[in-house]
Nanobody, 129 residues
Framework: PVRLAESGGGAVQPGGSLRLSCAAS????????MGWWRQRPGEEREGVAA????????YYADSVKGRFTVSQDKAKNMVFLQMDNLKSEDTAMYYC??????????????????????WGQGTQVTVSP
């Protein structure tokens, strides 16, 4: 099985930046899409950013476009989420996730995205003055 481990969460002031990392281990041969989801208190989990493992095509939720950047290091099986100009509404538990389907299928047809099938434990991001 694929195991996903997030790191890099923490507390930051509005307008600040954080970089989340996700280390993937296990058999990655059937994984086509990796990305980040978040769950704000009292809300459903939502897709934030995704990247196709076979290339550089990326997908973003409208709420984070222009502020968040997803990237990957394929040699190290790692995915990153650079979050800039953070807002209080970005406060959430952030999850690294993966899916065997192409990103175009799970994240390319508008919001909400189709739930991914593999999940990490999550890392908390808190944005407050």
């Amino acid at each position: 099985p694929v195991r996903l481990a997030e790191s890099g969460g923490g507390a930051v002031q509005p307008g600040g930046s954080l970089r989340l990392s996700c280390a993937a281990s296990g058999y990655m041969g059937t994984t086509n899409c990796m990305g980040w989801w978040r769950q704000r208190p009292g809300e459903e989990r939502e897709g934030v950013a995704a990247i196709w493992t076979g290339g550089e095509t990326t997908y973003y939720a409208d709420s984070v476009k222009g502020r968040f950047t997803v990237s990957q290091d394929k040699a190290k099986n790692m995915v990153f989420l650079q979050m800039d100009n953070l807002k209080s509404e970005d406060t959430a538990m952030y999850y690294c996730a993966a899916d065997q389907n192409p990103c175009l299928m799970v994240a390319g047809d508008g919001e909400p995205w189709e739930p991914f099938t593999m999940w990490g434990q999550g890392t908390q991001v808190t944005v407050s003055p």
